[in-house]
């Protein structure tokens, strides 16, 4: 089965510089205080300054941005078990330096190559409530039965970047509610980062500020 990115199969944005990954305890912490955040960062690259994304981990999950997320070309997955590499209930993080004249242009994008290769897909809109960033996001009902859930963001015009998370399900899955809320909550407490190259702090992790 293909990895679809982004929500589209064949025209997944381009990456942005090298990628490097780093767990932080505690970041943006559940109440229970078990939460664990990931942080995935890159160098600047040109125009891009350097950047980083922070997001919720959740519980029982394994981030990856070196091994299997490099191997089918992404910034970030999350997963829960063992990596299996099939797309089914993985989340994928995707940063691509901004080139579209906005959000919704990358929606409709999308929405375009997405619909070029099924037709006969149902479109429907989903709501994300990110505090820090503008996400917008769509789910895709394909006659593969397959669904495909997608959230596009923008951390600003100054930041030369945007952002996908997208995971996709069986049409049947019976958990499908339950991880789109997990999907949701990822999306909704993603966070865009300063990332200056070389800067460390007194604990030796990357420097990052918002």
Known sequence: ???????????APALSVSTFFV??????????DKGR????YGKADRDVPGWAILADLPDGW????CMYAK???????????????????????????????????????DRHHYLERDAKAKVGALVFDNKSMACR???YEGTDHKDDAVAFCDPGLSTGVRLSWSMTLAHDDP???????????????SKYLKYKDGAKDKNGNAKTRH
Request: with cysteine; proline share 2%.
């Open 71 to 109: 191997a089918i070309g992404v910034n970030l997955v999350l997963y829960k078990g063992e990596w299996t590499g099939e797309p089914e209930r993985v989340m994928v993080l995707n940063v691509w330096p901004s080139k579209l004249s906005s959000l919704e242009a990358e929606m409709q994008d």
């Open 175 to 189: 958990q499908k509610s339950q991880l789109l809320d997990l999907f949701s909550l990822v999306v909704g407490q």
């Open 137 to 139: 996001g769509v789910l």
């Open 1 to 11: 089965m293909a990895w679809v990115i982004g929500g589209s199969l064949d025209e």
């Open 37 to 40: 955040g990931v942080m995935v």
């Open 62 to 65: 394994t981030g990856d941005c």
């Open 23 to 32: 767990a932080v305890s505690g970041a943006n912490a559940a109440e229970n």
